[in-house]
């Protein structure tokens, strides 16, 4: 944990003012620490999709959230990926999502390493889609930079 703080306290020459870092430091980072979070942006027109926290979670309870997942020592991409789709209930094929941004986001829980990743769904809106330029107000606070982030993307892809 002592190398983790070291590496943290370094990285500052490396993080931008967004806290985004470059990809190939995240995954340098991500693969010896194992502490990262794949974040899965699920947009349909104007609209993204979120899912609350469960009751029993100690920071954030109840609150509207990006689904994703903590990235484990055993998880490759396709795995990890998987795992996020599975949360959000949605019929999502894992060759249409696409790499945004990879961030250092310091929270309650302390410091996480996002993997930040963004697809159009394909299907009908359904329950737990909000109109991205009118957000609910009951968002996990860190949250707000990753939907603005992955907005961009988002927009900037379906530009091309």
Not at 24 to 34: D, P, S, W
Request: glycine share 6%; aromatic share 14%.
């Amino acid at each position: 944990m002592n190398n983790l703080k070291q590496i943290l306290k370094e990285l500052d020459y490396y993080i931008d003012e967004d806290g985004r870092v470059p990809k190939e430091l995240f995954f340098f980072i991500a693969e010896r620490f194992g502490e990262c979070c794949l974040e899965l942006c699920v947009f349909k027109e104007e609209k993204i999709f979120l899912i609350p926290r469960g009751n029993e979670d100690p920071y954030w309870a109840g609150k509207l959230h990006i689904p994703g997942v903590r990235k484990i020592a055993t998880d490759n991409n396709v795995t990890v990926l998987r795992r996020a789709i599975n949360e959000t209930g949605l019929h999502i094929k894992i060759s249409d999502v696409k790499y945004c941004s990879s961030q250092i986001i310091k929270t309650k829980r302390g410091t996480e390493f996002s993997d930040l990743r963004f697809v159009e769904y394909q299907g009908r809106i359904e329950n737990g889609f909000y109109d991205i330029f009118n957000l609910p107000e009951n968002i996990i606070d860190f949250q707000y930079q990753l939907i603005n982030d992955a907005a961009e993307c988002y927009f900037s892809y379906k530009n091309m």
